[in-house]
């Protein structure tokens, strides 16, 4: 790949796991998010909730603050999203307002992921690529779960 060819959505995916992988490590639901813009990574994060006791620390909540403040922008209409998980209702309506150009998740959440609503909640314009490396996203939700259920 010549250096100047655009990075793939396996390549951002993967910057995403590890982003997951980290969470896992600190005990947190191993969710995690990267925010590119011209083909570059303009924020990276992870889930906080147990960290920063705040129930709203998800990885995309905190990986579009990080990024908008990057802009100077509360616009990400020129972003992508890549994160392993399903953005839940309250981060699909955050991404709906800051206008995201595409989002790129791993594996579906069956339970709480914004699809579940019978309304559009991402933002018109947003375009979506689903499973760019779900299996991987889910076998970190089952370590967790399992050290949680065997801990």
Known sequence: MSLLAAKSHEYFMGEALKEARKALDLGEVPVGAV????????????????????????????????????????????????????PCVMCAGALHWVQLQKLVFGAEDVQRGYSLAKSPLLHPRTEIVKGIFANESKELLIQFFDRIRNG
């Open 35 to 86: 925010v590119v813009c011209q083909d570059k990574i303009i924020a990276r994060a992870h889930n906080q909730t147990e960290q920063l006791t705040d129930a709203t620390a998800h990885a995309e909540m905190l990986a579009v603050t990080t990024a908008s403040y990057a802009l100077g922008s509360k616009y990400l209409n020129e972003c992508t999203l890549y994160v392993t998980l399903e």
